[in-house]
DNA sequence: TATTGTTATACTCTATAACTATA
DNA sequence: TATAGTTATAGAGTATAACAATA
């Protein structure tokens, strides 16, 4: 499988094909290999929380449309993280329509914690890459956010 | 971000967070850059067919086992898949208990339409690039791949 | 007796519709 | 009148437990 990629993103038809399947197969790796105990929260739930870190803080409404789900969903999943401790919700200031998530200090642990466990992983496979491969993917880091955010 | 992301990458020890960062980011948009019309089949079913598709075919048990799914929810999935005509049933060779799926002339139909949308618009976007970019990209699809499968 | 798959049933997550409060 | 969020209710999807068939 490794060859067969690699001779279908010598071509530029077919790297597009191939660099895919990589991410997507990189990815569910990623995703999969995480500590089995400490999956107190669901993956949607994790999700905002990593969005929260990201964004710093949000309506619920942005929330919901940034993780396409509708806002009946989003106040339902922020409602069960304000309940674990994990964000805090306040009324916007000047449209008082709006309720503004944001992390707690405990939100934001328990971010990191994942954040942590999951580059302990991948650390560990790349040190048993050459240095020459290491170096490849520490150019391509870079395009690939660039693809993403394209 | 993006010089941010490049900064850390320089590390080794950064590397890993910075690579989990942009694979992640990439995958979700490539999920999220579908046809919202032709989605019939739902994310589980159509995983299992992308499986499938990898497999050749497959007992439902392993089906269940490489989704991390329970057996009476890959049960459903594959009669859901079997009514809409994406996959045929019979019974293993030798071991009768066992219930081999395989994929229809339909199913195969399926995901390679998908494939082929998904496709287009990262073709699209690695047109964007620079030829240096898009060398980098060839070199490092087959890494990711590698790590994915360590 | 152990294993594979299925059926029965309950729970979680998300969606749509109706409602409240603010702009 | 339009918009942001919530509440109420219903529909997918998945899980556990119990069962049937085969090894």
């Not at 499988?1 to 077919?14: C, H, I, N, S, W």
């Not at 191939?18 to 994790?46: I, N, Y």
């Not at 922020?78 to 939100?107: F, I, K, M, N, W």
């Amino acid at each position: 499988m490794g060859p067969t990629l690699e001779k279908l993103a010598r071509t530029d038809a077919g790297l597009a094909s191939a660099l895919r399947v990589s991410v997507a197969r990189l990815s569910r790796r990623l995703r999969t290999e995480r500590d089995p105990d400490s999956d107190q929260l669901s993956p949607g739930q994790f999700a905002v929380l990593g969005l929260l870190d990201r964004l710093g803080e949000a309506a619920v409404g942005e929330l919901a449309a940034q993780e396409r789900v509708q806002p009946p969903s989003m106040t339902r999943t922020v409602s069960c993280l304000e309940e674990g401790g994990y964000v805090t919700r306040r009324p916007h200031e000047s449209d008082r329509r709006q309720v503004v998530v944001a992390l707690s200090d405990q939100g934001r642990a328990a971010v990191e914690a994942e954040r942590r466990r999951r580059d302990h992983w991948l650390a560990a496979r790349l040190r048993e890459l050459t240095p020459e491969e290491r170096q490849v993917l520490r150019r391509a880091a870079p395009v690939l956010d660039k693809l993403a955010h394209a």
